[in-house]
């Protein structure tokens, strides 16, 4: 059975500060990972997608992935206290288009 | 686009009675997927179609669960009768269903069930 593991939290940083949220899954053949954030009271929105080993960069947020580890984390530098939220891990394995979801990592900046 | 539509936000039902949500998936989007989410048991995937066929409902939690898919621009998910424990929030999500970046999900804003 394909299982994705997260943290439950809640992850308490500081704004400003550097939040690290990590997941890791036991399929060895998975080939696409997401990091979706949720909202409390809102549907799970899609922030990094990253299908190669190394860091893949966008703003604030860096995923990394290291498939012989088998783990994916995301990075989110300067902090904000918007970005207070639930931190979905997903996982999909090569061939096919059905993501299996951890059960997500509360983050919570503080002023 | 319009994104995923669950036009529907809240449904509040009693025990015994049939409920049936609806979604819209992102047109061209050949996947279709609907999800539970609860605090206990977090996303859980029902059922996925592929052009508009059920290919996967080994999630579907029992016989009282039905989805269908008439054409590829609407699928209802239909719960026959519904149970308090039902009560959850339930996705429907799109994908272009592609390996790459086509293979991103999006969500719909949910529909929040409460069966009394």
């Known amino acids: 059975q394909k299982e994705v593991e997260q943290n439950s939290g809640p992850l308490s940083v500081p704004e400003g500060a550097i939040a690290s949220l990590n997941c890791t899954y036991s399929?060895?053949?998975?080939?696409?990972f997401f990091w979706y954030r949720q909202y409390s009271g809102k549907s799970p929105e899609l922030i990094m997608s990253i299908y190669s080993n190394g860091d893949k960069e966008d703003g604030r947020f860096t995923a990394q992935l290291n498939k012989a580890s088998q783990y994916v984390s995301l990075l989110i530098r300067d902090s904000q206290p918007s970005d207070s939220a639930t931190y979905l891990c997903?996982?999909?394995?090569?061939?096919?288009?059905?993501?299996?979801f951890g059960r997500g990592t509360s983050l919570i900046v503080h002023p | 686009d319009a994104g995923v539509i669950q036009s529907t936000r809240h449904e509040v039902t009693e025990m015994g009675q049939e409920v049936t949500l609806r979604c819209k998936p992102i047109s061209g989007h050949d996947y279709l997927f609907w999800y539970r989410q609860t605090m206990m048991r977090g996303l859980e995937l029902l059922i996925y179609?592929?052009?508009?066929?059920?290919?996967?409902d080994s999630g579907m939690p029992e016989d009282r669960f039905s989805a269908k898919m008439p054409n590829a621009s609407f699928s209802t998910l239909k719960i026959q009768p519904s149970e308090p424990r039902d009560s959850a929030v339930y996705f429907c999500?799109?994908?272009?269903?592609?390996?790459?970046?086509?293979?991103?999900?999006?969500f719909g804003p949910g529909t929040r069930l409460t069966v009394l």
């Open positions: 399929d060895r053949g998975s080939q696409s």
């Open positions: 999500a799109s994908s272009h269903g592609l390996a790459g970046k086509s293979d991103t999900q999006y």
């Open positions: 179609f592929n052009n508009n066929v059920p290919i996967d």
């Open positions: 997903a996982v999909m394995t090569g061939g096919s288009y059905i993501p299996t």
